[in-house]
C-alpha cells in the first residue's frame, strides 16, 4: 500500500498521454501536487491509501484546458464596442478607456477573467495586459497557471510611460516570480505595428539575457502586413525574423496573414502558434491557415483573445469553432478531427506556455485536470469522450477545477475568493469604463 493525498475516481479519464488512453471507471493517485498514478480504479483503490478520496461519479475527467492568448483584464470591456474592424476597435473604443485603467481595474478585470476560466475548465493561461503586475496578483489569487507580463508600447500609456519603463516592469516581474510555483514572466511586446523594430531588439534582449519567453500578437490581418511593408518593406514575420525574436521560446498570437514560406520557416524555429478563432471570426481578421501549421508540425494552441473581442473566454466554446471554422473554410469534414483539436487545447496549450509538463494527466505531471458532470443535458448518451468535450460540452458542466492538485472551483463555489463579492464590484467598475469611453453611466 502507498500513501497519497487526494484518490479521484471518476466514469471515465481522458489522460492525453503519450499513448491517447482513455480509461472507463478510473482513479487518479495525486500527491504534492502531482499526478503519482493513474489506472483502473479497482486496483487503484488496492494500491493506494489516500488522506482524501474525492468520488467524482458520473463525470468525465479531463487535463486542465490551457488558454494559448488572452488579456483577461479586458472583462472590463466586454459587450462595450462591437461588430468594428480591428484597428477602428482598436483606436475608437479600447485604447481610449486602456488610457485610463489603474492597477486596482485590471486586477478586478482580471480575477473577473480568471473565474470565468475556471468555471469552465481552463488551468492556464498565456496572458498580455498593462498593471501586469495585477493581473499576475489575481492570478495568484484565483490560482491556476499564467503566463503574464507587462504589454509593451511604443507610445505611453497608462501603466508605463513608454517601452523602457514597460521593461523595467517586466525584469521586476520576471525577479519576483522566478520561483513561484504557478506564476511565469513572458516578455510582451504588443505587435510589430505598436513596436519599432528598436523596442522589438530590447525585448529580444531582455528575453535572451533572463531566459524568458516571448509573447507578441503577430500577422493579425491583411492590414498589418500592409503597415508593416510601408514601414519596414518587410512582412510581420520576415521583420521578426529578421530582429532574431523567433530565435527564442516564443508564443505568436494570430499568425492569420501568412504564406506558405512564412510557414516553412515558422516550422524550424522555436515559435508556437496560438489560434483565436472566435476573435479572428469577430474581428473578420482572416482564417489562420492552421492544418497548413500543424501538417508542417508547428506548435498551435488554442486562444480566447481578450474578453472584449470574443466575448467569452472558455476554451471549450474554442475547440468546437476551432473544428468547425477550418472544416468550412477547407470545405472538408475530415479536416481538425476531434482527438486533434483537444490536443490543440492541451498539449499545444503547454507548448504556448513553454511547460510541457502541462497539457497530460499521467505520472510525474502536475494534478491540474477538470471534471465534467456527464448527467448535464447535452452530455447523454456517451459514445466517444472526446467528441463530446470538442462537440458537445459548453464548459458550464464543469464541476470540478484542480490545478497542482489544489480544488479551486467546485460545485458552483470559488475556494479562493468571494464571488458574489468581485461581481459587485464589477457592477462599481462599470460606471467608470462608461466614462472613460466618453459615454453617460445609465
Ligand atoms: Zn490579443
Redesign the pocket.
Known amino acids: 500500500m502507498q500513501y497519497c493525498d487526494i484518490l479521484l475516481h471518476a466514469a471515465h479519464i481522458v489522460t492525453q498521454d503519450e499513448q491517447g488512453r482513455i480509461l472507463d471507471n478510473a482513479s487518479l493517485a495525486i500527491a504534492d501536487g502531482l499526478v503519482v498514478g493513474i489506472g483502473p480504479r479497482a486496483d487503484m483503490d488496492a494500491l493506494w491509501q489516500a488522506a482524501r478520496v474525492m468520488d467524482m461519479g458520473n463525470s468525465l475527467v479531463l487535463p486542465g484546458l490551457i488558454n494559448a492568448?488572452?488579456?483577461a483584464a479586458m472583462t472590463l470591456l466586454r459587450g462595450l464596442a462591437d461588430d468594428m474592424p480591428l484597428m477602428d476597435w482598436l483606436g475608437k473604443s479600447i485604447f481610449p478607456v486602456e488610457k485610463q485603467l489603474t492597477a486596482d481595474l485590471t486586477r478586478l478585470g482580471s480575477l473577473l477573467g480568471y473565474a470565468e476560466m475556471l468555471r469552465t475548465g481552463t488551468t492556464a493561461c498565456v496572458d498580455?495586459y498593462l498593471f501586469a503586475e495585477a493581473s499576475l496578483e489575481a492570478a495568484h489569487t484565483a490560482g491556476l497557471r499564467c503566463l503574464g507580463g507587462e504589454a509593451v508600447f511604443d507610445f505611453p500609456g497608462a501603466a508605463c510611460a513608454g517601452p523602457e519603463q514597460a521593461l523595467e516592469k517586466t525584469l521586476a516581474l520576471a525577479e519576483k516570480y522566478r520561483s513561484h510555483p504557478r506564476l511565469r514572466v513572458a516578455v510582451n511586446p504588443h505587435s510589430v505595428y505598436t513596436c519599432s523594430p528598436q523596442t522589438l531588439g530590447a525585448c529580444r534582449d531582455l528575453a535572451h539575457s533572463q531566459n524568458l519567453p516571448l509573447h507578441i500578437?503577430l500577422a493579425?490581418t491583411p492590414q498589418e502586413t500592409a503597415l508593416c511593408l510601408s514601414a519596414h518593406a518587410m512582412r510581420p514575420t520576415a521583420l521578426c525574423h529578421s530582429l532574431g525574436l523567433l530565435d527564442l521560446p516564443c508564443t505568436l498570437?494570430?499568425v492569420v496573414d501568412v504564406s506558405a514560406e512564412e510557414l516553412d520557416l515558422l516550422a524550424r524555429t522555436k515559435a508556437v502558434v496560438a489560434h483565436?478563432p472566435s476573435?479572428n471570426m469577430k474581428l473578420a481578421s482572416g482564417t489562420a491557415p492552421v492544418p497548413a501549421m500543424l501538417e508542417r508540425g508547428l506548435p498551435v494552441g488554442l486562444?480566447t483573445?481578450?474578453p472584449a473581442?470574443n466575448n467569452r473566454l472558455n476554451i471549450f466554446v474554442e475547440m468546437d469553432r476551432c473544428a468547425l471554422l477550418h472544416k468550412l473554410a477547407e470545405k472538408n469534414p475530415t479536416v481538425l478531427p476531434a482527438e486533434q483539436t483537444l490536443h490543440m487545447a492541451t498539449t499545444g496549450g503547454a507548448a504556448a506556455m513553454h511547460d510541457m509538463r502541462l497539457g497530460r494527466l499521467a505520472a510525474g505531471r502536475p494534478a491540474d485536470c477538470v471534471a465534467l458532470n456527464l448527467d448535464a443535458p447535452g452530455l447523454q448518451p456517451l459514445y466517444s469522450p472526446v467528441s463530446h468535450i470538442v462537440y458537445a460540452a459548453t464548459g458550464m458542466e464543469t464541476r470540478m477545477t484542480m490545478v497542482g492538485g489544489e480544488v479551486l472551483y467546485e460545485d458552483g463555489r470559488f475556494s479562493r475568493f468571494d464571488y458574489p463579492a468581485l461581481c459587485a464590484e464589477a457592477r462599481a467598475a462599470r460606471d467608470f469604463v462608461l466614462r472613460a469611453a466618453g459615454r453617460k453611466p445609465a
Do not use: K, P, Q
Open positions: 492568448h488572452t488579456h498580455m500578437h493579425e498570437a494570430h483565436n476573435s486562444g483573445d481578450g473581442s
